[in-house]
């Protein structure tokens, strides 16, 4: 009798994630193992070779997983992962990327909900400036944010190019309207923050993006959210377990990363258990990492 719930984890790094395979682990599969350096062109045979080798009556105990550190390349392999499946075999998908898709599905959730508890105003139509936008938490809280209906800016501390280049395949891949501006210096910094309602701070682990001096000067931003848990905090002066407190002296909110990192790890755990119990094969992306965290927090 087949019983085992397996876990195929697949990642284009030379690395699968230990934190991915312990939360694996953890949430109930008997077994995790991965694959490395896999490539787009060796998704198909992967998933086939996993797939064919169960009944297909018992091939919702079979699970892949996809991770990587591209949040764009991770959706094209489960696209080819999907595209692999032979009726009436099936299996269950699911992808999170460096943990991207439900670090930032976290995020956005505790965002929306402090926004609608202390602040009465909806996610829906808020002003979002995300710092840190080409990276992949960054990336993918943008989209997040911009399917709920945000006024969503990506900001490059580099320069305007590459968060275009990210707002144009955004754009292009999800049918949104998010845009670029250039973060670069001080100033400019503080002309976006006074420009926006709420921002997303998903840059360097280690690196001070915004100052308590900037936040002072944008006296209409109602919240900032920092997913950087190694010290310096990316926002000075958030406490990292800060989950709606006052950072600022007109009121604005703030939502430190051991309080995203919460509702993210529960999410994470919850999203393995959804693939082993269900009763049908489910393909799980950073929309259902959003449902299940908004569920989470309340």
């Known amino acids: 009798m087949v019983d085992k719930h397996i876990l195929h984890m697949l990642t284009p790094l030379r690395h699968i994630s230990p934190f991915d395979v312990n939360m694996a682990l953890d ?25 064919f080798s169960r009944p297909p009556k018992t091939g919702v105990r079979t699970g892949v997983f996809i991770g990587g550190k591209k949040a764009l390349e991770a959706l094209d392999m489960l696209s080819a992962a999907k595209r692999a499946l032979v009726p009436p075999f ?51 809280a943008a989209v997040i944010a911009a399917l709920q209906g945000a006024d969503v800016t990506l900001v490059g501390y580099d320069g305007i190019k590459r968060v275009n280049e990210s707002a144009v395949e955004i754009n292009t891949r999800f049918n949104t309207e ?29 690196v001070c993006v915004l100052s308590r001096a900037q936040l002072e000067v944008a006296t209409n931003l109602l919240l900032v959210a920092d997913v950087n848990a190694v010290p310096p905090s990316g926002v000075e002066g958030l406490d990292m377990m800060a ?3 006052e950072v600022s002296s007109h009121h604005t909110l703030g939502v430190g990363p051991l309080a995203i990192g919460n509702i993210k790890y529960k999410t ?31």
Request: one cysteine or more.
């Open 27 to 51: 949430a109930g599969y008997d077994a995790a193992i991965p694959y490395t350096e896999v490539t787009l062109g060796d998704v198909s045979g992967l998933v086939q070779d996993a797939m």
């Open 178 to 206: 998010v845009r670029a501006a250039d973060g670069s210096d001080e100033n400019k910094k503080s002309n976006i923050l006074s420009a926006s309602d709420v921002v997303l701070c998903c840059g360097r682990a280690g």
């Open 243 to 245: 989950n709606g407190s």
């Open 90 to 140: 099936g299996i269950s998908f699911f992808a999170d990327p460096a943990g991207s898709f439900t670090t930032a599905a976290a995020m956005v959730a505790c965002v929306e909900k402090l926004l609608h508890d202390k602040k009465s105003r909806q996610f829906k139509g808020a002003r979002v400036a995300v710092f840190g936008a080409t990276g992949v938490v960054g990336f993918s």
């Open 268 to 298: 994470e755990f919850g999203l393995f258990k959804k693939m082993i119990e269900a009763a049908k094969p489910v393909c799980l992306d950073f929309r259902d990492a959003f449902a299940l965290a908004r569920e989470l927090n309340g």
